[in-house]
């Protein structure tokens, strides 16, 4: 059992208070995690900065995968590895505890991904500490609960080969299994600039990511630097997505933390996005 490790810093550690922070998440972003059946998206890009933070930023995401499926597909979280432990590409087959209860691993569907794919490790040191998947799962219990099935993956080995290598291996996997599966990418964007200075050079990132381009969304954030801490699991979502046979992105929110703090002179960028079907 993973136990969780920022309940209490990046997201309130008791199950009432949880929830309440969830709702006012979607309260501030006027949206609601109502279930529905669109089925009309294949990924999607989350932030993982404390909830107070981002967590208003994440809902527009969380309510259009609840309008997208009334029965949870599996939910690869892929994750960057802030802490430098375990494996470069690390899958985990336990279980996650967290406050509002225990997020099952689909251990599975995870096994297959790692038979589909050449540098995924079965390992659970990367995971002990990391945030980057751990504040995603409260919003997905709280749409659907105990049916909830994830699999995490940590990627420190952040390029296009390795986001390749897991986006492939998981649509095989999916296709092997019969069973539908969906990637969420946790990532923040521009770090401790002005939020005048993110938006700008985020502006060149998102720009590829709603194309749909991969070549060019790793070819900004390495020409130009950018603090995207998360872009490797990104890269992972939009070919994904690309293999599914969407042709975009919606960016669904870009903020950041200064909407919050009112500080604007350095911030955090988050962005919300969806990867529609078709």
Not at 45 to 73: D, E, Q
Not at 96 to 122: H, M, Q, R, S
Request: with cysteine.
């Amino acid at each position: 059992m993973r136990r969780p490790a920022v309940a209490g810093s990046f997201y309130p550690a008791q199950k009432a208070e949880l929830g309440a922070q969830i709702a006012e998440s979607l309260s501030r972003a006027g949206l609601a995690l109502k279930l529905g059946n669109a089925r009309d998206i294949a990924a999607a890009v989350c932030p993982h900065a404390g909830y107070m933070y981002s967590g208003w930023v994440a809902a527009f995401s969380y309510s259009r995968i609840a309008a997208a499926f009334s029965k949870p597909p599996v939910f690869v979280i892929v994750g960057p590895n802030h802490t430098g432990q375990g494996s470069p590409v690390a899958l985990s087959q336990q279980d996650w505890d967290t406050p509002l209860g225990i997020a099952k691993n689909d251990a599975e569907f995870g096994k297959e991904i790692v038979k589909c794919g050449t540098i995924i490790d079965l390992d659970e040191r990367a995971h002990e500490f990391e945030h980057s998947i751990e504040v995603q799962l409260p919003f997905l219990q709280k749409i659907y609960g105990e049916r909830l099935r994830i699999v995490p993956i940590c990627l420190g080995m952040q390029n296009m080969d390795s986001a390749k290598d897991i986006a492939e291996a998981v649509q095989k996997a999916s296709a092997r299994l019969k069973r539908e599966a969906f990637i969420i990418a946790s990532s923040d964007f521009t770090h401790f600039e002005s939020a005048e200075s993110a938006k700008m050079h985020d502006a060149h990132a998102l720009d590829a990511l709603k194309r749909l381009d991969e070549g060019k969304f790793f070819e900004q954030v390495r020409l130009r630097n950018l603090t995207i801490c998360g872009y490797g699991p990104i890269l992972s979502a939009m070919h994904y997505a690309r293999l599914e046979g969407c042709r975009k992105a919606e960016i669904l929110k870009y903020a950041n933390s200064g909407d919050v703090t009112g500080d604007h002179n350095s911030v955090v960028a988050y962005c919300s996005a969806v990867f529609p079907l078709g």
